[in-house]
């Protein structure tokens, strides 16, 4: 059975950091990027970061750039997203998804991927 589970969400104040966990089973890890998606209420999911297993290339969206940083525990199946200097404008419930092979650029729309978690939210206070 293929599972994607989310940890590491929660609330936290302006400025402060979280760090997201993904743990995969039931795929081989190695041959699907992982990448981490945001919906917020009223708005459309959006790609976030995305790390491929293959050669350890990232992605990472413009409004999260140098706060947020993806890696990769191939040994674990586990992905990270450590999230620093945390905005009110990032609360929203996050997503990791699979996609095989690397990441597509931009991330990609969210339909292109196979396996979804079932999310964790993330609220950040002002």
């Known amino acids: 059975e293929v599972q994607l589970v989310e940890s590491g969400g929660g609330l936290v104040q302006a400025g402060g950091s979280l760090r997201l966990s993904c743990a995969a089973s039931?795929?081989?890890?190695?041959?699907?990027?992982i990448g981490w998606f945001r919906q917020a209420p009223g708005k459309e999911r959006e790609g976030v970061s995305c790390i491929s297993s293959s050669d350890g290339s990232t992605y990472y969206a413009d409004s999260v750039k140098g706060r947020f940083t993806i890696s990769s525990d191939n040994a674990k199946n586990t992905v990270y997203l450590q999230m620093n200097s945390l905005k009110p404008e990032d609360t929203a419930v996050y997503y990791c998804a699979a996609i095989p092979f690397e990441c597509p650029l931009g991330a990609g729309p969210a339909v292109w991927y196979d396996y979804w978690g079932q999310g964790t939210q993330v609220t950040v206070s002002s």
């Open positions: 039931g795929f081989t890890f190695d041959d699907y990027a």
